[in-house]
């Protein structure tokens, strides 16, 4: 299940560095978003979620944040370890709707 | 909770064959979802199904590709004929309140049609 190659952005990060993963969503009525994290031969793994009555919210490691102003989407993975690196995938969902939009991906490299 | 369960992992067909992929729900979802995931167009969902029902289908691609779900605890994405194009990872995800909250998927089957 390897997620969507050659032509995704990469990030490169030296372990123990933090990492900032950015999505710009499009829906300006979508109230919900969540992170996803894919890891090669494996689905998108759930990370974390926000909605959209916050700005901030944090995990074990890990922080989103939301700008609803300029539509904006980041992720921090605070102290960045190998097993962190995998392609993260934002995505946005609405009130009252099933569907979410994904966005394109970030592979996160972590260099030893 | 053993997650969402698909099978096969990997299937390799010629072209025009008939291509059965199966997935295994978490138990007490009553929302699956099938995706498609290629290089070029990322993650697209291609049916969605709430309590056995096809609700949307509007991302099957053609009349080639059909899903079932006879039961909660099983779904099938059929595509009949197979074609090279149609090569891609194809995910199924489950969740209990219709998608809010998110997904979760399965491990996904890589379908290669030479």
């Known amino acids: 299940g390897e997620s969507v190659g050659l032509h995704l952005p990469t990030l490169s990060v030296q372990e123990g560095d933090n990492s900032i993963i950015n999505c710009a969503y499009s829906n300006s009525a979508s109230d919900y978003f969540i992170w996803y994290k894919q890891e090669s031969g494996k689905g998108p793994q759930f990370i974390i979620d926000i909605r959209s009555n916050m700005d901030k919210r944090q995990g074990q490691r890990v922080t989103v944040l939301l700008n609803k102003t300029v539509k904006h989407l980041s992720l921090q993975i605070a102290a960045t370890q190998p097993g962190d690196s995998a392609v993260y995938f934002c995505?946005?969902?609405?009130?009252?709707?099933?569907?979410?939009?994904f966005g394109t991906g970030t592979r996160l490299k972590v260099l030893a | 909770d053993a997650g969402v369960i698909q099978s096969p992992r990997h299937e390799v067909t010629e072209m025009g064959q008939e291509v059965t992929l199966r997935c295994k729900p978490i138990s007490g979802h009553n929302s699956l979802f099938w995706y498609r995931q290629t290089m070029m167009r990322g993650l697209e969902l291609l049916i969605y199904f709430n309590n056995n029902v096809p609700i949307d289908d509007s991302g099957m691609p053609e009349d080639r590709f059909s899903a079932k779900m006879p039961n909660a605890s099983f779904s099938t994405l059929k595509i009949q004929p197979s074609e090279p194009r149609d090569s891609a990872v194809y995910f199924c995800?489950?969740?209990?309140?219709?998608?809010?909250?998110?997904?979760?998927f399965g491990s996904g089957t890589r379908l290669t049609v030479v």
């Open positions: 995505a946005e969902n609405s009130a009252g709707t099933y569907k979410y939009i």
């Open positions: 995800a489950s969740n209990n309140r219709g998608g809010r909250n998110g997904y979760t």
